[in-house]
């Protein structure tokens, strides 16, 4: 068995493990393999290829499609109701709403998110409240976005929240706007920022901290200038991750925004009235003009799919960035990553 | 000068492959014991901070040139009767020591008998263990260390760990970090900036990074990543400053250079080092306390407790018997 040619020794192997390699030093040979494993490792490169083949089919089919439909002029122009196709404008408005309802959600998230993930890491006592807080983003992270909308809806169109939507002759409280949206939107948001941020901190060993705390630096100074630097690339990996949760969300658009076709500023302030106003993202815009919606465009919906699409790549591309940048300059690398 | 023969001296035992065994006890003749040292009177007012005070002593010219040990000083911290618990567990059993200036205090002793417990009680960093409580007293200077706000007493007393741990941020906001916020206001980098240079040049690293301060201190090599943290702890100003292990992470070359750094820094400071190392604790300490499960069984001069250790432990423990 083990007549191995020039190099003496026969590699060491673990006992039981597969027997050593014949002839040529080379890798191991799947020949040698059991065929419980070899099952195993055909259906594991399967998987992996069927991943990569969805991932890009989605992505082909919708740029064939989006580019087919796509035009400067229908990014540039607004919608607007119409019978005839040729007249219905483009998806202007569904954009802007898509980036300001992530910009706002997302500017709610991450200080929520950060602070709660400081306090639980660096403070986390009563360790009861620690583990309320927990469950609590687990609870936010597993409620489904339609259910969180629902709530959302209820929740403002209470009278105190009067400012922040359109308030009928009667006292009504519509509660759809986009300030509305986007607070519940950041729900979607918090969860992941909350756990990159708590990743992060829980990887920066504790020698690090009394490094701090040794040179007579205050646990909030700790907190502020060291901790929270270090978790930098965390942060905005999650918050990526997280505005791209935003961006293709619908259910909360739909009930809390409005899902209107244009975006409707309500009140007379400036930039305030567009955020007590409704409006629609691309989702939204998608929906509405796909069969299934009332516009029935698909064309259009293609084509508004298409850049939803590369939005939400782009900020998958910013995570991967992010990530890679943090492990050039930040603690990844580093003897301090090693826990 | 002097120093630095008898650095490589210690050098060349380090890397000496007969290493392992004890350092031969037939030493350079010293004398023994801190109070009896002769020393010009200027010794004490060499403290001034400079990174070359070590090697520019006026007094060194013209000591004789014979090995000399660390110049003790006057007493900085005192420990009476020091018991530290972690729950049930007296990891640390009624001690009392002293730290004087201007030596080297070498902790030694088997894993788990309570040096770095000690040594972190100093700082009071082991108040950061919850279940970790303190009997008996430490003093700074004849003040409790109790009395002392928490953080005005680690300035005083700095720390160096183990495991070099910059933090990540470049190497001169690294030394600056110590420095900014003990003001109401931050100041400018160019306030800063001479004493992060001092800094770093009292622990030897400013030629080697003189060119690169808005670098990442994350790149720097181990030994650098160490002696920027030395850096770090002197920036603080600190009179006392504690090394848990400084070497131990670091590669033979690396430590003998923060080695010939201790043995410098003394001059101005006291220092308080603990060393699984026993060749390291004879190279630089000037006394050296033994411990064993927590107690302190033999203190003493170096020469001493290596050569003609009193206590049957001690004299196993520096044989290799046991630890």
């Known amino acids: 068995m083990a007549t191995s040619t020039p190099p003496a020794l026969p590699p060491l192997r673990p006992a039981g493990g ?16 059991r065929w419980t494993d070899r099952i195993g490792y055909v259906l594991m490169w399967g998987a992996g290829l069927l991943v990569c083949a969805i991932g890009l089919s989605i992505v082909v089919y919708m740029m064939f499609r989006g580019l087919q439909y796509l035009r400067p002029s229908l990014i540039f122009s607004h919608p607007q109701a119409g019978l005839d196709q040729s007249k219905t404008g483009g998806f202007l408005d569904p954009l802007l709403g898509t980036i300001l309802l992530t910009v706002l959600g997302i500017t709610i998230a991450v200080p929520i998110a950060i602070g709660a993930a400081t306090w639980i890491v660096e403070y986390g006592r009563p360790t009861w409240l620690a583990r309320l807080v927990d469950s609590g983003i687990e609870i936010i992270a597993g409620t489904p976005d339609i259910v969180i909308a629902l709530f959302g809806l209820v929740l403002f169109q209470q009278g105190i929240f009067g400012w922040m939507s359109f308030t009928a002759q009667g006292g009504a409280v519509f509660g759809r706007s986009f300030l509305t949206a986007g607070c519940m939107m950041s729900l979607i948001a918090m969860p992941m920022v909350f756990a990159a941020t708590r990743e992060g901190l829980q990887a920066i060993p504790g020698h690090v901290r009394e490094a ?108 991967d960035l992010i990530a890679r940048s943090g492990a050039k300059t930040g603690l990844e690398t580093s003897r301090l990553g090693a826990k | 000068m002097i120093e630095r023969d008898e650095q490589q001296a210690g050098m060349r035992h380090a890397s000496d492959p007969r290493g392992e065994i004890l350092p031969p006890p037939v030493r350079r003749i010293r004398v023994d014991g801190p109070p009896t040292v002769a020393l ?16 520019t002593m006026p007094g060194a ?135 992060v240079i001092e800094a770093l040049g009292r622990a030897g690293l400013l030629d080697e990074v003189k060119d690169k301060l808005d670098h990442p201190a ?81 203190y003493g001069p170096t020469e001493q407790v290596f050569s003609a250790p009193k206590a049957e432990r001690t004299r196993d423990y520096v044989r290799g018997s046991f630890g």
Request: net charge positive.
């Open chain 1, 18 to 33: 597969a027997p050593p390699a014949r002839k040529r030093r080379a890798n191991e040979s799947v020949s040698t393999w």
């Open chain 1, 212 to 319: 701090s705390y040794a040179l007579g630096k205050t646990k909030a100074a700790t907190i502020r200038r060291v901790l929270l630097p270090s978790v930098k690339a965390n942060i905005s990996t999650g918050a990526a991750l997280g505005m791209g949760r935003i961006a293709g969300d619908t259910a909360i658009v739909v009930v809390l925004l409005g899902a209107t076709l244009t975006l409707d500023p309500e009140g007379g302030v400036p930039g305030l009235k567009v955020l007590k106003g409704t409006g629609g993202t691309l989702t939204s815009f998608v929906y509405n003009n796909s069969p299934a919606g009332e516009g029935n465009a698909p064309q259009k919906a293609y084509a508004a799919a298409f850049v939803l699409l590369l939005i939400v790549v782009a900020l998958n591309f910013a995570v």
């Open chain 2, 40 to 55: 010009p009177p200027q010794a004490e007012a060499v403290i001034d901070g400079d990174g070359l005070s070590a090697t």
């Open chain 2, 61 to 195: 010219g013209t000591m004789p040139a014979r090995p000399q040990r660390g110049v003790a000083g006057r007493e900085r911290m005192s420990l009476k009767t020091l018991s530290v618990f972690y729950g049930d567990n007296e990891a640390v059993k009624g001690v009392s020591l002293s730290i004087r200036e201007g030596e080297v205090l070498a902790l030694i002793g088997p894993s788990g008998c309570g040096k770095t417990t000690l040594l972190r009680t100093l700082n009071r960093l082991t108040e950061l263990t919850p279940s970790a409580r303190r009997a008996g007293v430490i003093r700074i200077d004849g003040t409790d260390v109790d009395d002392i706000e928490v953080t005005a007493l680690r300035r005083r007393v700095s720390m160096v760990f183990q495991q070099p741990n910059p933090f990540p941020m470049s190497i001169f906001d690294n030394v600056a970090y110590a420095l900014r916020e003990q003001g109401a206001k931050r100041p400018s980098k160019k306030v800063l900036e001479p004493y």
């Open chain 2, 218 to 298: 994350l790149r720097l090599s181990g030994g650098q990543q160490q002696r920027l943290c030395i850096a770090r702890a002197l920036a603080a100003g600190p009179e006392v400053l504690l090394m848990d292990e400084p070497c131990s992470a670091l590669d033979p070359k690396s430590t003998a250079v923060i080695e010939d750094l201790i043995v410098e820094l003394r001059s101005s400071l006291a220092v308080v080092i603990v060393t699984h190392n026993l060749q390291q604790a004879y190279r630089v300490g000037d006394h050296v306390a033994f411990m064993y499960l927590g107690d302190l069984v033999e």
